[in-house]
């Protein structure tokens, strides 16, 4: 089945503590995003990736990292999280071999950070 | 600037059509999505129509887009309880294959 695929899909940390979500596809996509969901701001572009080693800034990319090593994954890190990165977190996969330009989402993360 | 802007509730009697509207301000956008996220889950492309076009339906859904005044509408036909979600009206530009503009979304509720 193809689908985009994160993990945790819940997790709850401490302010200062690093961690990672990862993301993997299993449509070989060349172009992978991360997204950021906070109530009545919709979804925002973290980070994005247009192929392996190739990265580059969203809207709000600020206390985020990325790496795209290989073509199927693309993880999050936060080196140091804060409270204000409690939010709900979506990765998505695209290909311009897409029709309609459509962008295939992962389930989620919700993270808490305390 | 690129700005997508939708109201943030909408309730509705089941069997009643449901009329969600958005605006958005980036005149080269070449595709404008509806996406659908229900409680607790990720998001789902419901339809989408292409900058070129008017109208798409497809079986309860209505696109309409007015290219003018920079507005699409997502109309749901006899909505049901199973509609009730939150609605993401999204555009992404020419080339955009890397990213998605969304607006803040519409809860839609549906009561008998």
């Known amino acids: 089945e193809a689908q985009v695929t994160q993990n945790p899909r819940y997790l709850i940390t401490v302010t200062g503590k690093k961690l990672t979500v990862t993301c993997s596809q299993n449509?070989?996509?060349?172009?992978m995003s991360w997204y950021r969901q906070d109530p009545g701001l919709g979804l925002r572009q973290i980070y994005y990736s247009m192929n392996v080693e190739a990265t580059d800034k969203g809207d709000v990319p600020e206390g985020y990292k990325v790496s795209r090593k290989e073509k199927r994954n693309f993880p999050l890190i936060l080196e140091s999280p804060s409270p204000n990165q409690t939010s709900l977190y979506f990765c998505?996969?695209?290909?311009?071999?897409?029709?309609?330009?459509?962008?295939?989402f992962g389930p989620g993360t919700r993270l808490t950070v305390l | 600037g690129e700005d997508v802007e939708q109201s943030l509730f909408l309730s509705v009697r089941e069997g009643d059509s449901s009329v969600i509207n958005c605006t958005y301000t980036?005149?080269?956008?070449?595709?404008l999505y509806w996406y659908k996220q229900e409680p607790g889950a990720g998001l789902q492309l419901l339809t989408y129509?292409?900058?070129?076009?008017d109208m798409k339906q497809d079986q309860r859904l209505t696109v309409l887009l007015n290219k003018k005044d920079k507005h699409l509408s997502l109309r749901i036909a006899d909505t049901q309880t199973g509609d009730s979600a939150i609605y993401f009206c999204a555009e992404t530009l020419s080339g955009g294959y890397n990213k998605l503009i969304f607006g803040a979304g519409t809860r839609l509720a549906v009561h008998p």
């Open positions: 980036d005149s080269s956008s070449t595709y």
């Open positions: 998505a996969s695209s290909s311009p071999s897409v029709p309609n330009n459509e962008q295939f």
């Open positions: 449509m070989n996509h060349e172009y």
């Open positions: 129509i292409f900058s070129n076009m």
